[in-house]
């Protein structure tokens, strides 16, 4: 007698398997869902375009990163949006989200936590539009960021699920807004400048945490392209007066002796750039930038600091600066940007003095360098703010102050 192969008997079939597959490949997907959403970037690849009308108005090749058109509104998305998925990965989905902010952080916490699936609460000083969307809004008696700072970490201690994320001090944000920078390098590369090197990147500095993220990106594509750092690109660290703790922090330093520098505060928020405002910049930001700006052992360059200068601009010439870049690109950022732009619209009085040759091999008469402008955007200004700044302050120039490394210009 024959007997049938396994293969040839009929199979018992058992509907609870059935079940029980489907169940395991539905958790499955779903982790797999959450482990992209947790360690893919909640940014995105933002445009970086040449200007020929800015070109044209510094005799340089002008170059706009449009961190503007990120989710939220601005750069903030990329430190921010690291930072809440490192709660994710550490706490779970039960995380609470509490954040301090003057506006964009606040927006990027709260588009962070909706992509992620977690609560948030933004704290906010008086003052600030209620204008975070999918987070709870605490408008407070405090007058300013690092007022709201104190409450944001208070509400954390007390709440077993909190979570605190502040707007520029931690590590993983600096490392979030590092990644502009391989953009910035690929995007030059496919533009046909060499190496993709940028001779010169200027941003808008607050608190320091998207320029210690520049710093740590340029840093890191050194050492993975030693010909990136030939020399290092230069960086230009804007602000406003009222508004300049980085600015008046890195200045004190430069005028010194000393090896480390010490954070100035300042005693009140006056700059209408509120998104500028915390009254004492990052310690780490201030001593990356120090760290950054020296010239390396072997070079023989005689300024103290050729790799970095500080910008302090008035806020007429920052507002300036936003109603002439929508009227050149159609694009509306909010004053806080305008002090990265306001050496492009000021080219004689700001960008030429920036760009004295130092011994870097900047400056030179007749050189067209390559320059980033890190377009930050930020969600305070609309339509009717820009036509105010055309009517108040026109092509503001003259009679208002500009400081240039610790110098009137």
């Not at 170059?63 to 990965?89: E, H, M, N, V």
């Not at 502009?180 to 808008?204: F, K, M, N, W, Y």
């Not at 200045?251 to 998104?275: H, K, M, P, R, Y």
């Amino acid at each position: 007698m024959r007997l049938l192969s396994n293969s040839l008997l009929p199979r018992y079939h058992n509907p609870d398997e059935d079940v029980k597959s489907a169940l395991v490949e539905a958790s499955l997907d779903k982790c797999l869902a959450i482990a992209d959403l947790i360690t893919k970037p909640l940014h995105i690849v933002t445009p970086l375009i040449h200007s020929p009308a800015l070109s044209a108005r510094t005799g340089h090749n002008i170059y706009l990163k449009l961190d503007a058109f990120q989710p939220a509104g601005s750069f903030k998305l990329r430190g921010i949006g690291r930072t809440c998925q490192a709660a994710y990965r550490i706490h779970g989905p039960e995380t609470h989200i509490i954040a301090a902010s003057g506006g964009n952080a606040g927006l990027a916490a709260a588009e962070s936590a909706k992509r992620l699936g977690l609560r948030c609460t933004v704290v906010v000083p008086k003052r600030t539009e209620r204008s975070v969307l999918g987070a709870h809004v605490e408008n407070t008696t405090a007058e300013v960021l690092d007022d709201a700072d104190q409450l944001a970490r208070a509400i954390a201690v007390v709440d077993p699920k909190g979570v605190y994320v502040h707007p520029f001090e931690s590590l993983e944000t600096a490392l979030g807004h590092a990644s502009i920078v391989p953009e910035i390098r690929d995007q030059l590369l496919a533009a046909g400048v060499p190496g993709g090197r940028p001779d010169v990147v200027t941003c808008s500095v607050g608190g320091g945490g998207l320029l210690r993220g520049i710093i740590h990106g340029i840093n890191t594509t050194i050492v993975e392209d030693p010909a990136f750092g030939s020399p290092k690109p230069r960086l230009v660290a804007c602000q406003d007066f009222g508004a300049h703790s980085f600015g008046a922090s890195f200045n004190q330093w430069l005028a010194s002796s000393d090896d480390e520098g010490n954070v100035v505060s300042l005693e009140a928020i006056t700059s209408q750039a509120t998104s500028l405002g915390a009254k004492s910049c990052s310690a780490a930001a201030l001593t990356a930038a120090i760290q950054y700006a020296q010239p390396d052992p072997v070079d023989t360059a005689g300024q103290r600091a050729p790799y970095l200068s500080t910008v302090i601009v008035d806020d007429a010439i920052s507002a300036s600066a936003c109603w002439q870049f929508d009227r050149d690109h159609e694009l509306m950022v909010e004053m806080a940007c305008g002090a990265a732009l306001s050496p492009i619209y000021l080219p004689k009085r700001i960008l030429d003095t920036v760009l004295q040759d130092t011994g870097t091999g900047e400056g030179r008469e007749g050189e067209k360098l390559n320059i980033v402008v890190v377009v930050c955007g930020g969600s305070k200004v609309d339509r009717e703010m820009l036509g105010m700044y055309e009517r108040e302050y026109e092509a503001a120039d003259e009679g208002w102050r500009v400081m240039v490394d610790g110098k009137d210009v």
